[in-house]
């Protein structure tokens, strides 16, 4: 299991788990290698910006190889989605966990409120929180766009499947794309709220909830 210290300064002891690599040159503990590249990777970040740092040095300072780390992440940027991508493995289970008679809408505005749920105060995707300080803002527009599809689809086949229409019609694209776009509206609102930010779920509850409401009427299910 990965550490969910979120790239931040958690204890280089806090990822231990056995499977590891050993110690690098500067006395870093056995941790496995998946956490230590995570870790090394939010120290580097804020120390010399996403921009100025490579996978080399990031190899480098988890004490593993260039090799190890693409063992791992198929590219540098999909460390800043590390936690997110984490949660929504399992986001699928989430949309379909309502029963079968429960309305399209409303299934998915609770499974995508129970995935923002993982997410608060003591959990915070630092390269969302610290854009500006790590110099991440273009890399995770970039980066964004085929996760925000993903989850689109996903969001589509759930609705599609629960209202019994065609998941590349038009109100099931429409309406997952909506919900999405809300959501990560609340996302932004969120991670900009700074040290008064509480928890994410009730502002994507907020964001999400009148757009399931409009679209449920479309659905024939207001």
């Given at each position: ?80 989605w590390l936690e ?53 803002d273009a890399e ?83």
């Amino acid at each position: 299991m990965t550490p969910r210290h979120s790239m931040q300064a958690a204890p280089s002891g806090a990822s231990a788990q056995s499977g590891g690599h050993g110690h690098s040159g500067s006395g870093r503990p056995r941790a496995s290698s998946r956490g230590m590249l995570a870790e090394a990777a939010g120290e580097l970040f804020l120390e010399q910006t996403y921009a100025g740092t490579t996978v080399d040095d990031i190899a480098r300072r988890a004490g593993v190889s260039r090799a190890t780390f693409f063992n791992y992440f198929a590219a540098k940027s999909d460390l800043l989605w590390l936690e997110v991508d984490e949660s929504l493995a399992a986001f699928p289970a989430m949309l379909a966990a309502a029963d079968d008679d429960v309305e399209p809408m409303t299934a998915v505005l609770e499974a995508v409120v129970r995935l923002a749920e993982g997410f608060g105060p003591d959990r915070l995707p630092l390269a969302v929180t610290q854009v500006e300080l790590m110099g991440t803002d273009a890399e995770l527009q970039a980066s964004a766009l085929p996760r925000f599809l993903s989850v689109v689809r996903l969001v589509a086949a759930a609705i599609s499947r629960r209202a019994g229409e065609d998941p590349d019609g038009l109100l099931p694209r429409a309406a997952a794309t909506a919900v999405v776009g809300a959501a990560v509206a609340a996302a932004g609102v969120w991670a900009r709220a700074g040290v008064r930010r509480g928890p994410l779920a009730p502002l994507v509850r907020a964001a999400v909830e009148p757009v399931c409401a409009g679209y449920a009427a479309a659905f024939g299910s207001d």
